[in-house]
């Protein structure tokens, strides 16, 4: 085997459990080995006859179990477990102790200091199988339990990403489910919640947050599955009283999506539940959701207090849902509608600009400007298909939005 090992390195078995001898007089070990040949199939044994040795042989050849005098010249075995027991590997591997008889003090730093068990010399062979198997014992116990953690919490891993991605589809099923009724497409989602997380980025948002940001973002026009076709599908300006009827579309969102699942707060939800969740706040809140109801609800708010339907002003509205106005608006204004052109890329950014401080938070307005390049990279990446022929179930049409930049 390998050089690092000391002793004559005789294997009595092949496949039994490996216990690895730490003594610095080479004769204890050969009276071990006389000792256990009876139990070969059990046991396969090796030696090393100093502390760094002994590392060395559990770092490469993986005892089952170690067996180590205290006293040796150098490092003692007591140095032997400080260094086992701060180690994430070695410190899986049992240690036995041999110790004097009269060495009482040593024996309770032994057991402090992390080792399994104690033989006092001279042993006796029964004594040392009985102590090594109880010490393969415990170590087998340790890889099983190990094994099963390890198991599961893979397990965990994979479910935990399936929901994640059943959930996430969900909201985009949702969002474009909505799109359907609107003029526009479900790249108009895409676009929007990646704009929005590129913006979100430049505001330093962690990458967890900015995966929900982006699903909440695609949410935003939800609320328009709730307007009557007769306004949303107008051709041409709508009349006051539909214009009014139209910017409940953010009201309407947040209804939709203000219900509060994770709490349990819906008795219905709890009810298609599997298993239905225990009386009490056992399961988080859900946050993407409770961040689309706010963004739902506020988007069209304006930074000086002019939009609706609050009316909110500055950081009253939500930062979420002011990153998603810049991105909402820019991207209307890339792209051409049944009703208006697209506008050139400098044209488009200039009215965002001049915008700060008024419709927009000026703060976001310079992220926005800094996340240009990575926004009309998502604008290239979910680009519209060319226009086909028109279909029966998504008809275009020119018509009045409640706003005239922004769906
Ligand atoms: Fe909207
Ligand atoms: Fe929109």
Redesign the pocket.
């Known amino acids: 085997m390998n050089a690092d090992l000391d002793g004559p390195q005789t294997l009595l078995s092949e496949t039994g459990a490996r216990i690895l001898f730490v003594d610095d007089e080479p004769g204890v070990f050969h009276g071990m080995q006389r000792a256990l040949r009876p139990y070969r199939t059990e046991f396969v044994l090796r030696s090393a006859q100093s502390v760094p040795h002994a590392l060395a042989a559990m770092r490469q050849w993986h005892p089952t179990a170690v067996v180590s005098d205290v006293a040796m010249p150098e490092k003692s075995g007591l140095d032997l477990l400080r260094i086992t027991s701060a180690d994430e590997t070695l410190s899986r591997i049992p240690v036995i102790m041999l110790t004097g008889s009269a060495e009482s003090d040593l024996k309770r730093k032994a057991l402090d200091s992390g080792a399994v068990d104690l033989l006092e010399k001279p042993i006796r062979a029964e004594d040392l199988v009985a102590r090594l198997r109880s010490a393969v014992r415990l170590r087998r116990y340790d890889d099983h339990i190990r094994t099963e953690n390890t198991r599961l919490e893979e397990q965990v891993r994979l479910r935990t990403r399936a929901l994640e991605s059943s959930h996430a589809e969900m909201i985009l099923r949702l969002a474009i489910a909505g799109e359907f009724r609107d003029r526009?497409t479900a790249g108009?989602v895409c676009r929007?919640a990646h704009a929005t997380a590129a913006i979100a980025e430049q505001l330093g948002v962690n990458q967890s947050t900015l995966h929900q940001l982006m699903q909440a973002a695609a949410l935003?026009?939800i609320g328009k599955i709730g307007i009557p076709d007769s306004i949303l599908l107008k051709p041409g300006p709508l009349e006051p009283h539909e214009r009014t009827v139209m910017e409940g579309h953010c009201r309407i969102g947040w209804e939709v999506l203000r219900l509060d699942v994770g709490t349990g707060a819906s008795p219905f939800v709890n009810t298609i539940l599997s298993p239905p969740p225990k009386a009490g706040p056992t399961t988080p809140a859900n946050d993407v959701m409770s961040m689309a109801a706010d963004i739902a609800l506020h988007h069209h708010e304006r930074w000086d207090g002019t939009g609706y339907p609050t009316g909110a002003r500055q950081s009253d509205i939500p930062i979420e849902a002011r990153i998603v106005a810049v991105a909402?608006v820019f991207?209307?204004l890339c792209h051409a509608r049944p009703y208006k052109p697209a506008f050139t890329v400098d044209r488009a950014v200039a009215t965002i600009e001049e915008g700060a401080g008024t419709h927009f938070d000026p703060t976001v307005v310079a992220a926005f400007l800094r996340a240009v390049p990575a926004v009309l990279q998502v604008f290239r990446r979910f680009a519209d298909a060319a226009p086909s022929a028109p279909t029966t179930h998504k008809p275009a049409r020119p018509a009045a939005d409640h706003t005239p930049t922004?769906?």
């Open positions: 526009e108009h929007v935003h026009d909402d991207e209307a922004a769906a």
